[in-house]
C-alpha cells in the first residue's frame, strides 16, 4: 500500500505540478495578451502629444510667416508713400528751377516793353533776348530743328502742305512754319513744315 500510495502521491503531485504548469502558462499568456494592450496604451499618448508639438511648431511658423507678410506689406506701402513724395517733390524743384531759368528773360521783356527808344534799338534787344532764351534752353538741353533743305523725316517733322517744287529733292522741307524743338531723343514739339513733291 506504501507503494499504492506513493504512486498516488506522485500522480496527484504531478497532476498538481500539471495544473500549476497550466495556470502558470494561462497567466503568462494573458499577461502576453495584456502586454501589447499596454504598450498601445502608452504608445497612443506618445503619438498624441508628438501630433500636438507638430500641430504646434506649425501654427508657430503659420505666426511667424503671417507676421513677416504683414510687415512687408507695411514696408512697401512705406516705400511707395514715400517714392510718392518724392516725385512730387522732385517734379516740382525741376519746375521751379527751369522757371527760374527764364526768369531774366522775362525781366529783359517786361524793361523793353517800357523803354523810350528808336526801332533799331528795340529791335537788337528783342534780338538780344530771344538769344538769351535759346541759351537757356540749350543750358537744358534743348536744341531747336526744322530748317529749309533737310529731309522730311515723319518721327520728328509734321508736313501740313506740299508742292511741286524742281529746285529741291523729293520728300525734302521747303518751307518751316514752325521750329521743332527735342530734348536728346525725345521730341518736345514736331516742327510744322512743308515738304515738296
Known amino acids: 500500500m506504501a507503494d499504492k500510495e506513493k504512486k498516488e502521491k506522485k500522480n496527484v503531485s504531478a497532476a498538481a505540478q500539471e495544473a500549476a504548469g497550466e495556470a502558470q502558462e494561462a497567466q503568462a499568456q494573458e499577461a502576453a495578451e495584456a502586454a501589447p494592450a499596454e504598450e498601445t496604451a502608452e504608445e497612443a499618448p506618445a503619438e498624441e502629444k508628438t501630433e500636438a508639438a507638430d500641430a ?80 537757356i534752353l540749350a543750358s537744358l538741353g534743348v536744341e531747336a530743328f526744322g530748317e529749309k533743305g533737310e529731309p522730311f523725316d515723319p518721327n520728328v517733322h509734321n508736313g501740313v502742305m506740299h508742292e511741286d517744287n524742281g529746285e529741291l529733292d523729293e520728300n525734302t522741307v521747303s518751307e518751316v512754319f514752325l521750329k521743332g524743338y527735342k530734348m536728346g531723343d525725345r521730341v518736345i514739339r514736331h516742327a510744322t513744315v512743308k515738304v515738296a513733291n
Open 56 to 135: 504646434e511648431a506649425l501654427r508657430k511658423q503659420v505666426e511667424t510667416l503671417n507676421d513677416r507678410l504683414l510687415r512687408t506689406l507695411a514696408e512697401y506701402d512705406n516705400f511707395r508713400r514715400r517714392s510718392q513724395k518724392e516725385k512730387e517733390a522732385l517734379y516740382g524743384d525741376v519746375k521751379a528751377e527751369t522757371i527760374a531759368k527764364f526768369l531774366p528773360a522775362i525781366d529783359n521783356f517786361e524793361r523793353a516793353s517800357t523803354a523810350d527808344s528808336d526801332f533799331e534799338s528795340y529791335k537788337k534787344g528783342i534780338e538780344m533776348t530771344v538769344k538769351q532764351l535759346f541759351d
